[in-house]
T-cell receptor
Framework: QQPVQSPQAVILREGEDAVINCSSSKALYSVHWYRQKHGEAPVFLMILLKGGEQKGHEKISASFNEKKQQSSLYLTASQLSYSGTYFCGTDGSSNTGKLIFGQGTTLQVKP | SQTIHQWPATLVQPVGSPLSLECTVEGTSNPNLYWYRQAAGRGLQLLFYSVGIGQISSEVPQNLSASRPQDRQFILSSKKLLLSDSGFYLC???????????FGSGTRLTVV
């Protein structure tokens, strides 16, 4: 089952914050986050492996609530370079290594 | 360091023609390999994945097939392309879980 991301699109001004959510109807082993620039391949941002875990990458961090089967990506003080489409990828409880990706959230940061 | 190569970058093929896309990984051994397809403006759909030579799992019934003749080589094929096969095809590899997936640069396929 494909995870559901929300919102579908976000428009920000530089310096503003954003939150992107990823929800699954199935138990999860891990959640990955990727960013894709237009016309390019997705780039790995981070992985969360355990419930309640939080990780950070520059001013981008994420949380994983295993019980709620949800993950959130937090973008703080957004920069122009943060623009792109963000995908969460989930791996089921059996840790197959196969990622099923959400439909993506398009983020546009304006000056 | 590990690198992944995917080619060609773009391809325009007529309906009914065959297809062969190749992906190779360098700098690692026994990687997990994946083929994804992305329709315009859409998400990533898992097509095939492989945990070893000759071991292929198909995720979606379709007009495509995959093969892994060598440890670091993954090939996506079709005998007869359909218009619906158009899209952005991405190969990816993974090793350690914590390192996530690394994607190739992709092949943009247009079937006309």
């Amino acid at each position: 089952q494909q995870p559901v991301q929300s919102p579908q699109a976000v428009i920000l001004r530089e310096g503003e914050d954003a939150v992107i959510n990823c929800s699954s109807s199935k138990a999860l082993y891990s959640v990955h986050w990727y960013r894709q620039k237009h016309g390019e391949a997705p780039v790995f941002l981070m992985i969360l492996l355990k419930g309640g875990e939080q990780k950070g990458h520059e001013k981008i961090s994420a949380s994983f609530n295993e019980k709620k089967q949800q993950s959130s990506l937090y973008l703080t003080a957004s920069q122009l370079s943060y623009s792109g489409t963000y995908f969460c990828g989930t791996d089921g409880s059996s840790n197959t290594g196969k990622l099923i990706f959400g439909q993506g959230t398009t983020l546009q940061v304006k000056p | 360091s590990q690198t992944i190569h995917q080619w060609p970058a773009t391809l325009v093929q007529p309906v009914g023609s065959p297809l062969s896309l190749e992906c190779t990984v360098e700098g690692t051994s026994n990687p997990n390999l994946y083929w994804y397809r992305q329709a315009a403006g859409r998400g990533l759909q898992l097509l095939f994945y492989s945990v070893g030579i000759g071991q292929i799992s198909s995720e979606v019934p379709q007009n495509l097939s995959a093969s892994r003749p060598q440890d670091r080589q993954f090939i996506l094929s079709s005998k007869k392309l359909l218009l619906s096969d158009s899209g952005f095809y991405l190969c990816a590899w993974s090793g350690y879980v914590a390192d996530g997936y690394t994607f190739g640069s992709g092949t943009r396929l247009t079937v006309v």
